[in-house]
C-alpha cells in the first residue's frame, strides 16, 4: 500500500512562487504515473499536472509555462515547481498515483492520494 504526502504549500504573494513536494512510503512509486490536482473552494478538483514513469511531464494549459511537475524516483519523490503564481491558483493541492505508466487523465483512474496541502495565493 503506497502512501503519499504533500508538503511545501503555504501563503504567498501573487507572483511568487512555491515548491510542492510528494513523499511517497510503503512501495516504489517508479513504475507509476503520477499527478498533482488540485480543488478550489466551491469548484470540483482538477488534473494540473501529470508525469510518466519515464519523468515525461505534461500540464495543463491554465499553468503551462508557470508550473513544472518532475519526479526523482531514487527518492521516490514527485515535485510540482509553480512560478508567478496567482490569487486563482489557490486551492488544497493533492498528489496521486495511477499504476498505468504514463498517469491518467481522468481522476478516476488514481489508486492513492494524498491528503494534500493548502496553497494560498494574495493578490
Known amino acids: 500500500q503506497v502512501q503519499l504526502v504533500e508538503s511545501g504549500g503555504g501563503l504567498v504573494q501573487a507572483g511568487g512562487s512555491l515548491r510542492l513536494s510528494c513523499a511517497a512510503s510503503?512501495?516504489?512509486?517508479?513504475?507509476?504515473?503520477m499527478g498533482w490536482f488540485r480543488q478550489a473552494p466551491g469548484k470540483e478538483r482538477e488534473l494540473v499536472a501529470r508525469?510518466?514513469?519515464?519523468?515525461?511531464?505534461s500540464h495543463v494549459d491554465s499553468v503551462k509555462g508557470r508550473f513544472t511537475i518532475s519526479r526523482d524516483n531514487i527518492r521516490n519523490m514527485v515535485y510540482l515547481q509553480m512560478n508567478s503564481l496567482k490569487p486563482e491558483d489557490t486551492a488544497v493541492y493533492y498528489c496521486?498515483?495511477?499504476?498505468?505508466?504514463?498517469?491518467?487523465?481522468?481522476?478516476?483512474?488514481?489508486?492513492?492520494w494524498g491528503q494534500g496541502t493548502q496553497v494560498t495565493v494574495s493578490s
Open positions: 508525469i510518466s514513469s519515464g519523468g515525461s511531464g
Open positions: 510503503g512501495g516504489t512509486i517508479s513504475s507509476y504515473g
Open positions: 496521486a498515483a495511477d499504476k498505468h505508466w504514463l498517469g491518467s487523465l481522468r481522476e478516476s483512474e488514481y489508486e492513492y
